[in-house]
């Protein structure tokens, strides 16, 4: 069984700065895609950002392209997601997930296992 623990979340006001880590108990992590969700109250889950197996791909939602950042440590079998220019839109429960393949993607079905959730709250 794979167990991903996410941390980072938090209240901040708008244009500040969180950084999300998700640390993953699955074997040759490495070989694995990671990718981050989110779900706002009353809407469904939407991709934010992945990235592949050895970090050379990446992805974002066009929503935060430019203010994101996601990026991985294989030595310590952890994922992050640098939020910076935080917008109240973008509060949310964040998700950390592995994918199927090292291939990074954005499609949330061939995302087998996922964390509990970190909240992130952005006040104007």
């Known amino acids: 069984q794979v167990r991903l623990v996410e941390s980072g979340g938090g209240s901040v006001q708008a244009g500040g700065s969180l950084k999300l880590s998700c640390a993953a108990s699955r074997r040759s992590f490495s070989s694995y895609a990671m990718g981050w969700f989110r779900q706002a109250p009353g809407k469904e889950r939407e991709f934010v950002a992945t990235?592949?197996?050895?970090?050379?791909?990446?992805y974002y939602a066009n929503s935060v392209k430019g203010r994101f950042t996601i990026s991985r440590d294989n030595a310590k079998n952890t994922v992050y997601l640098q939020m910076n220019s935080l917008k109240p839109e973008d509060t949310a429960v964040y998700y950390c997930?592995?994918?199927?393949?090292?291939?990074?993607?954005?499609?949330?079905?061939?995302?087998?296992?996922w964390g509990q959730g970190t909240q992130v709250t952005v006040s104007s």
């Open positions: 997930a592995v994918g199927r393949s090292y291939s990074a993607t954005s499609n949330p079905s061939v995302y087998d296992y």
């Open positions: 990235i592949s197996g050895s970090g050379g791909s990446t």
